[in-house]
């Protein structure tokens, strides 16, 4: 939403017949400390909702521009730039020189979906493993993408839900995946019924939890061992661990996020490699259909090419642009 609005008050800028980049006289530059003070102070006064405040991690000069690290109320980390003159705020920065000029088809559709890539490793029964954060909004949206697949596939693939190896959202990430690491680890048909109604309603999981009739003495069984093995409340209350001075750890999926380089979420990966693909449920059926040897009848499924709306419930639509993590 942030990237979104900064991108209309740059419509609205071009519109005006303003320059998309213009640094003016050098006489006219601002410092980098007033360009973060300037930057910080229009999202919080013009983007944040009321009582929520961004804030800055870190500001440099980059590429003729200051890039200002902006840390938004929910953890995540977005690079936005300011021109020199201060005039002009930008959320990201794009390499021109990577562009394919060789391609001139439908670039604009480009930018907004990603296509689904193909896998270079085959397999008779494909191996999916999605890592996310439970609450990072993106990978919630990559959840409600990939569900209708798993639907269609059903266990002509092994799926597996994964999580990375720290906590962007609070001790109620940490507490949720618990819940959706047992939930799979003990009664693994009831992940996708839980998750279903975990992601349109976050408020409800112990009802969710009802609905799908898990096993609770089990449940609350597999947590306190799972907690105590990985030390998910221990390192919690230690806040000398936690990764880069800001999140805590979570170390459940820890070896199998490194072995792929996981760094943040979503992060997908079919046979033992990272792959990437568009978060509709189409791009995701193509990516995952791409790794079988021999794809099944339900690969030729038709399912919705609109991605989901990021963050809780089923309604809206959102892009494939957008992570929390590195």
């Known amino acids: ?74 953890g995540q980390e977005t690079d936005s730039f300011v021109t020199k003159d201060g005039k002009k705020l930008f959320p990201q920065a794009m390499n021109l020189t990577e562009a394919d000029a060789s391609d001139n088809s439908d670039n604009s559709a480009k930018q907004t979906s990603q296509p689904a890539n193909a896998a270079t490793i085959k397999n008779d029964k494909p191996e999916v493993e999605l890592f996310i954060m439970s609450y990072c909004p993106y990978g919630t949206q990559m959840e409600k993408g990939i569900l209708p697949v798993l639907d269609v596939l059903g266990d002509k693939v092994n799926f597996k839900l994964k999580f990375v190896d720290y906590a962007m959202h609070g001790k109620k990430e940490l507490d949720e995946q618990l819940i959706q690491y047992c939930v799979q680890k003990n009664e693994p048909e009831k992940l996708h019924d839980y998750l279903e109604c975990f992601l349109e309603d976050e408020t409800k999981s112990n009802a969710c939890l009802a609905k799908t009739k898990v096993n609770q003495s089990q449940l609350q069984s597999c947590i306190s061992s799972t907690d105590k093995e990985f030390k998910v409340s221990e390192l919690f209350a230690d806040k000398g661990t936690w990764s880069g001075g800001r999140y805590p750890q979570f170390n459940v999926d820890k070896v199998d996020g490194q072995k792929y380089g996981v760094k943040g979420s979503p992060t997908l990966v079919v046979n033992g490699a990272k792959i990437q693909s568009g978060r509709d449920s189409s791009s995701l059926l193509k990516t995952i259909c791409s790794s079988f040897n021999n794809p099944p009848p339900e690969c030729d499924k038709k399912l919705s090419s609109t991605p989901p709306a990021p963050g809780f419930g089923f309604s809206g639509s959102g892009s494939n642009a957008g992570g929390c993590g590195s």
């Open 1 to 74: 939403m942030f990237k979104t609005l900064i991108l209309s008050l740059l419509l609205v800028f071009t519109v005006a017949g303003c320059s998309a980049v213009n640094q003016g006289n050098k006489t006219d530059n601002i410092s980098l400390e007033e360009a973060k003070t300037k930057a910080i102070e229009f999202i919080n006064n013009n983007l944040m909702q009321a009582g929520k405040e961004a804030t800055v991690k870190e500001a440099v000069e980059e590429g003729g521009l200051y890039k200002i690290v902006i840390v938004l109320p929910d």
